[in-house]
């Protein structure tokens, strides 16, 4: 049998309303090891991928692996029956197709439980090469989420370039043309409030600022996101989430004809 | 005007 629980449970409802819009569904696939999913949306631009690991849950167990396919609006609906200061417990037997998700009130006064039916999803699986990226950026995921937020009411498409100057957001549109830049600044105290730009090369790429837009729902889940970028690579959106594991959104380039 | 680039293109299926 399949057993998580989580004492955040609000971890996971934040989790599920950052993906589902990008995807409508995937597996959730479960070892000893923990959960991961990896998941296209429709038109195979992007890419989610999330690794959540046994450690971080307070309880894990999983008797034998197991691809559970999951509906995620469906599954939204449920989580959202789930109050913020909830535990989460996820439960399935061996080859069910139902998962239980069991929510318990912080001072367990109140129980409920709901059965979420589970879909026997194709899933087609791409293997993603670890490799060295000419720039990696982190940043506050706030000034992200406004960077992208705010390009997209003037352009559909960004030009990310990353050079020893700094990183540069550039659009245009109809109403004219839009310049963000962040400088490496080390100067705040809090770490989550610094921008670093890791440089090994110069490097500019261009996306549709829809998807940068869309992965900016995974914002509630960590203070800091990180960008990673090589040319013509796809652009890597990674957020942390606590000791728990990690999500992250690829978007593949736009290519010059 | 550039194409959007679908993933196939840049990582392999498994």
Known sequence: MFEARITQGAVLKKLVEALKELVTEGNFDVSSTGLQLQAMDSSHV??????????????????????????FQNLSKILKCAGNEDTITLKAEDNADQLTLMFESSNQDRISDFDLKLMSIESEHLGIPDQEYSAEIKMPS????????DLTSIGD??????????????????????????????????????????????????????????????????????????????????????????VKFYLAPKIDD | KANQGRLESFFTSL
């Open chain 1, 46 to 71: 992007c890419l989610v991928s999330l690794a959540l690991r046994e450690d971080g849950f307070e309880h894990f167990r999983c008797d034998r692996n197991m691809a559970m396919g999951i509906h």
């Open chain 1, 157 to 246: 498409t960004v030009l990310i370039s990353a050079t020893k100057e700094g990183i540069k957001f550039s659009t245009s549109g109809d109403v004219g043309t839009a310049n963000v830049t962040l400088r490496h600044n080390t100067t705040p105290e809090k770490p989550e409030e610094q921008t670093i730009i890791d440089l090994k090369e110069p490097v500019a790429l261009t996306f549709a600022l829809r998807y940068l837009n869309n992965f900016a729902k995974a914002t509630p889940l960590a203070p800091v996101v990180k960008l990673s970028l090589t040319k013509d690579l796809p652009i890597v959106v990674e957020y942390q989430i606590g000791e728990l594991g990690a």
């Open chain 1, 142 to 149: 706030s000034e992200y989420q406004r960077i992208v937020r």
